[in-house]
């Protein structure tokens, strides 16, 4: 009889997700080995691909989905929500990354109910970071219409904001920067690790620069 052990498999934010393995034996049909010798179901690991791309999985992405209903899918899929604040200017929450597990059945309900996606009535557009991190890890930039009702185009610099920079001290003593959009250097002293995620920081965007002209 086979033995079963269990695995803590580690996930971004500090969330545990635990899977099964069988010993030495073949996996059941209803499990799939990771490169990492893990025992995960197919639906585990399209959740991970939803979570990471910030986009349907192929299961979702079926040729008979009429386009109104793929569009608001993939909208629901992941919602990056921009700062909310009261009607008085007083904030009331810090962007927000939240989402739909069942966005293609919501999609074809609310399609039903006559919700439909209409681009000439958007006052807000979310961006994604040029270089930035995948799917919902990547905070990107809310825009909106200038005067002339156009969306203006941001320039790589705008994602990368040098006063979102923070630096503490490690209990090793070290001094580590970090960035929100995902960079992180250590150094001996705090100017040092301020300077190299400032270095980090200028290749990003110069190579984000470099792509949007190409």
């Given at each position: ?30 499990y ?49 929500l ?25 999609a ?62 490690t ?30 920081l ?13």
């Open positions: 009889m086979p033995t079963l052990r269990k695995a803590l498999i580690p996930m971004p934010e500090k969330e545990v997700v635990e899977s099964i393995s069988f010993g030495n034996h073949q996996p059941p049909p209803e799939t080995k990771t490169d990492t010798g893990q025992l995960v179901t197919p639906e585990f690991l399209a959740l991970i691909q939803q979570s990471l791309s910030g986009k349907l999985t192929p299961n979702q992405q079926t040729e008979d989905l009429p386009p109104e209903v793929r569009a608001l899918a993939e909208e629901l899929s992941v919602i990056h921009p700062e909310w604040e009261s009607q008085v200017g007083r904030k009331l929450a810090e962007p927000t990354v939240t989402g739909i597990k069942q966005a293609t059945r919501v074809e309900y609310l399609v039903k109910r006559g919700v439909r996606l209409h681009p000439d009535l958007e006052e807000i557009r979310w961006l994604t970071t040029p270089g930035g991190q995948p799917g919902v890890f990547d905070t990107g930039i809310h825009i909106t219409k200038d005067a002339n009702g156009n969306w203006p185009a941001p320039d790589p610099e705008d994602f990368y904001d040098l006063d979102q920079i923070q630096v503490t001290q209990e090793a003593g070290l001094w580590s920067a970090t960035h929100p959009r995902g960079l992180a250097v250590e150094a001996p002293t705090k100017t040092d690790a301020y300077a190299d995620l400032v270095d980090q200028r290749r990003r965007i110069e190579q984000a620069r470099r792509t949007r002209e190409a």
